[in-house]
């Protein structure tokens, strides 16, 4: 294992070389990998609100979002072999997705 640290050309954290790649943190490069998935997910989350008074599409919906859920925690598995950690990551993405949910909301 090497000790040479690097630093993070996105957050600027100091990691060990090795586990950064194209001068980014693991969790940048988390973060970089679902960011099209986070998207989708904000939007259906979004559209769900919306639906609220029709049940049939809420359920719907409802499925859409946990296969996007499903698909982000695969990708981040792929980059992280701790599933603790991995586990960790997809908690903070998918508070991202539905932070973002508020940012839209109130433009
Ligand atoms: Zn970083």
Not at 3 to 24: H, M, N, T
Not at 49 to 76: P, T
Request: glycine share 4%; hydrophobic share 35%.
């Amino acid at each position: 294992m090497s000790s040479i640290l690097v630093f993070c050309k996105d957050c600027g954290k100091q990691v060990p070389s090795a586990e950064a790649r194209d001068q980014l943190c693991l969790d940048c490069r988390v973060r970089k990998s679902v960011a099209d998935l986070r998207d989708e997910h904000a939007r259906l989350w979004r559209k769900r609100e919306r639906y609220k008074s029709s049940q049939a599409n809420v359920e719907q919906i409802g499925r859409q979002i946990a296969r996007v859920e499903d698909r982000m925690g695969a990708r981040i598995k792929e980059l992280v072999p701790n599933e603790r950690h991995a586990v960790d990551l997809l908690r903070r993405e998918l508070e991202t997705a539905r932070g973002q949910r508020y940012t839209i909301k109130g433009v």
